[in-house]
């Protein structure tokens, strides 16, 4: 099955850019990837299926009005940012954080307009960044998430009590006694919090969505949640926030995205990804120290920037081959083209 | 009347420069605009009028001293910055906001060399955004405002109580009867405000300071404060905070800038002004919430975000045409040299 | 004696550029400097002593190992932001922040980790800086310091309490009365405060250290730190916090960075030096209490902001000549270069 035949198609094109958007969250430009991971998010939860979808649909649509480069949109490179505002919107003024509430008229136009914002903040990132070659990644979605909570926990006619969800683990009870379903549960939920789906089943099926596209990949983001796991019962953190994922999704995130996919995959890159999943980890836990007196979550925050700050840095260092964001596709294509060049 | 004739001159010139500094506050280079501008001030508050003077006075001084571009420095863009952290630091540490009081000794030097340093901050964010054809606009005020104003209220030899001003939509009680001064009150404040005036009325002379130089101007300003209550009310903001012009200011110069002043005026851009002054209304009370808890006043921080990312956004964007900074005078003249071309 | 002997040997090169590593902390790229600095910090705290060089080593092999920029690594360019990010972690943690308390293992594998970041985030910094011509300068230390000072707080296998240092001026009694120990003990200590030696000997023997390799050098950083008391007591700052040093660390390395190092020493570009120490000394005393809330110490912030902005903002103005990071070297040096081209 040619999986690019409805990238050109005329009306099922934007069909296809959007479930690339979905897939792109975790870097699979893959349209059935796309729809694995929405089916696993509808599993959790219907509603939160349907913002994600809106919030694609709004962020690829606002490029095509907006008359934005056409391979970009094409790529699903216009939608993940706003299909993770939406969901993050609904996910912190719901009162059930698992399921997720329908949101009002008021909060859905309010989150419309942030999903579209993050397709212009994305243009102005790329832009920023283009000298440095390196991407945007999720950045659209923390700055336009982060600006749009705080508003929206005080307009009168969107009603959002304090955050239903602890966001940092001194909001856990200090419980350090780890147990089996602390490793499954812990791991699942730590893919499932890259899209905010506090339900361990539902992650390893994104799991699966990802290892459609990549085995790489797939294999990466479980070591990231895994490496997060060690690293924060190494330093004796709150088992509810081990088991929650909490301490996982950015390390997950940072495993893909410097295990193979930006970084052609060596040992030494190995390496070097798994330093930035353990920096991952101890970061979450300092930017939601940072954050919680202000009730803001991390969302994928730490991730963007040691990602940032380890693909910029690459650039000083001969022991790295580093895949510019133009040529990435998958690990297993960066490593063998970069084989044959060799 | 030639308004260029003073540019040039060899004793006078300084006095157009610093009266242009005051119109570029607002994007008019023009001196008469400056002239009309620092009345609406005095009439308001003989302190206010006088500070700012002093404020553009330092900035333009302090880059002549230093030997910066002598056109920037005809063209009034190294005094606005100057002038507005001037006006602020009065403000926020004046028992009476409204009025303001004149200045310890303590505080007029320190005030001096906040003003001083907004031109080196200048010169520094320029240069950082010289490659992504995009200007400093007031953020070199912002921050060294933002700077300044927190040692202020610690020394000893500077008498500052808390701010008087509520500076966040929560400080205000949570009235929704709206009536018709919230209208025409909030529109004049929101205009007012730019300057941290508290008079409606000579929010409005300042409108004519503006519609003297550029029409367009005055109306896209005038859109963004109407854009801005309109948004506010729709959300439920608090009567208050709406009548005090705090929802506005910042969607009235975002107004400005898109509105012609960077972007060809045309249908499309028309419409990206003012999707640009509803998110700058919403993020003001997004950032008014973030810095309450600390007791520092937004600025125009929301502002100048969301004018970046936007003009930064662009140039991805094929719909939008961009007029560079070294090229924007007023909106009437980048849309006929832009029909000129075509 | 040439200083240079060491620099290429095979197995004595690595304790040259450690050395080199203690001394660029203050700009000083001399073995000898480093030696008679990390003396000066022994005899203040043995343990302090050995951090400094675990961070330094860490820095620097780190960098060895992802085959940075040889020059770079041989300059001890890579070494001294681990040193201090070691020292601080540490200080930070301690009970007696004077003397220090030996890590515990979690502690050193976490100061480890966090001082090997420092090269990646120096690598990354200068990357992004490139274009403009400004060195990282201590940043890479400031931001891995902070992102790692608030996780550690948290960890239930490191025990840390809170700050047991002040480390805003309003933690300090409102005591104005200064005395002669308020001068010489608040000049040492600033020079001190550079490493966290809250001993104002060791502050003078880290002069001699500079000295010996600039005079100039020495001189500015003695210029900083007294222009910081002269202001900080002008504007009536509790007398603790003056004699503690903290607020002329910033000024002092403000004025070692601006006074010779990065511009040619003249006339005017020794008040530029001296207008950037008065405005470090403020804004320390600015970014203090704005951190104080959440526990946070300033470390070198100020002083990177200030110089940043400074040297940055220079190039627009032709009244100062700068000196590009890859040719600063001594002011001496920068200083007769530059006569001899004209």
Same mark, same amino acid.
């Given at each position: 099955?040619?999986?690019? #035949?409805?990238?050109?198609?005329?009306?099922?094109?934007?069909?296809?850019?959007?479930?690339?958007?979905?897939?792109?969250?975790?870097?699979?430009?893959?349209?059935?990837?796309?729809?694995?991971?929405?089916?696993?998010?509808?599993? *959790?939860?219907?509603?939160?299926?349907?913002?994600?979808?809106?919030?694609?649909?709004?962020?690829?649509?606002?490029?095509?009005?907006?008359?934005?480069?056409?391979?970009?949109?094409?790529?699903?490179?216009?939608?993940?940012?706003?299909?993770?505002?939406?969901?993050?919107?609904?996910?912190?003024?719901?009162?059930?954080? #698992?399921?997720?509430?329908?949101?009002?008229?008021?909060?859905?136009?309010?989150?419309?307009?942030?999903?579209? @914002?993050?397709?212009?903040?994305?243009?102005?990132?790329?832009?920023?960044?283009?000298?440095?070659?390196?991407?945007?990644?999720?950045?659209?979605?923390?700055?336009?998430?982060?600006?749009?909570?705080?508003?929206?926990?005080?307009?009168?006619?969107?009603?959002?009590?304090?955050?239903?969800?602890?966001?940092?683990?001194?909001?856990?009870?200090?419980?350090?006694?780890?147990?089996?379903?602390?490793?499954? @549960?812990?791991?699942?939920?730590?893919?499932?919090?890259?899209?905010?789906?506090? *339900?361990?089943?539902?992650?390893?099926?994104?799991?699966?969505?990802?290892?459609?596209?990549? #085995?790489?990949?797939?294999?990466?983001?479980?070591?990231?949640?895994?490496?997060?796991?060690?690293?924060?019962?190494?330093?004796?953190?709150?088992?509810?926030?081990?088991?929650?994922?909490?301490?996982?999704?950015?390390?997950?995130?940072?495993?893909?995205?410097?295990?193979?996919?930006?970084?052609?995959?060596?040992?030494?890159?190995?390496?070097?990804?798994?330093?930035? @999943?353990?920096?991952?980890?101890?970061?979450?836990?300092?930017?939601?120290?940072?954050?919680?007196?202000?009730?803001?979550?991390?969302?994928?925050?730490?991730?963007?920037?040691?990602?940032?700050?380890?693909?910029?840095?690459?650039?000083?260092?001969?022991?790295?081959?580093?895949?510019?964001?133009?040529?990435?596709?998958?690990?297993?294509?960066?490593?063998? #083209?970069?084989?044959?060049?060799?």
């Amino acid at each position: 099955m040619n999986l690019n #035949r409805f990238q050109e198609h005329s009306t099922l094109g934007f069909v296809d850019w959007s479930l690339r958007g979905i897939g792109q969250v975790v870097f699979q430009n893959n349209p059935l990837s796309g729809l694995i991971i929405l089916a696993a998010i509808v599993y *959790n939860s219907w509603i939160y299926g349907l913002i994600l979808v809106v919030g694609v649909i709004t962020g690829t649509a606002t490029a095509c009005i907006l008359l934005a480069d056409r391979s970009l949109i094409r790529n699903g490179l216009f939608g993940f940012n706003g299909a993770l505002v939406g969901v993050a919107l609904v996910a912190f003024t719901s009162e059930d954080f #698992r399921r997720g509430s329908l949101p009002s008229a008021h909060m859905f136009i309010y989150l419309v307009f942030a999903a579209a @914002m993050t397709s212009i903040v994305f243009s102005s990132i790329s832009t920023l960044l283009a000298p440095y070659k390196v991407a945007a990644l999720t950045m659209p979605f923390v700055l336009v998430g982060w600006l749009f909570l705080f508003a929206v926990l005080r307009f009168s006619s969107i009603e959002a009590g304090p955050l239903s969800k602890p966001v940092s683990p001194d909001q856990y009870e200090l419980v350090t006694a780890y147990v089996l379903p602390t490793w499954y @549960m812990g791991v699942g939920n730590a893919i499932g919090q890259i899209f905010f789906q506090d *339900n361990w089943i539902a992650g390893y099926l994104i799991l699966v969505g990802i290892a459609i596209n990549s #085995r790489i990949s797939a294999f990466m983001a479980l070591t990231g949640a895994v490496v997060a796991e060690i690293v924060a019962m190494a330093f004796g953190a709150p088992e509810g926030a081990i088991r929650d994922g909490l301490y996982g999704y950015n390390a997950a995130l940072t495993g893909i995205a410097l295990g193979g996919f930006f970084l052609v995959l060596t040992t030494r890159s190995f390496i070097y990804a798994v330093f930035g @999943m353990i920096v991952s980890t101890w970061l979450w836990a300092s930017v939601a120290i940072f954050l919680a007196p202000i009730g803001m979550p991390v969302l994928t925050s730490t991730f963007v920037v040691v990602t940032w700050a380890m693909l910029i840095g690459q650039y000083g260092f001969k022991s790295l081959i580093p895949i510019p964001p133009a040529e990435a596709t998958t690990p297993e294509e960066g490593r063998s #083209r970069h084989l044959s060049k060799t």
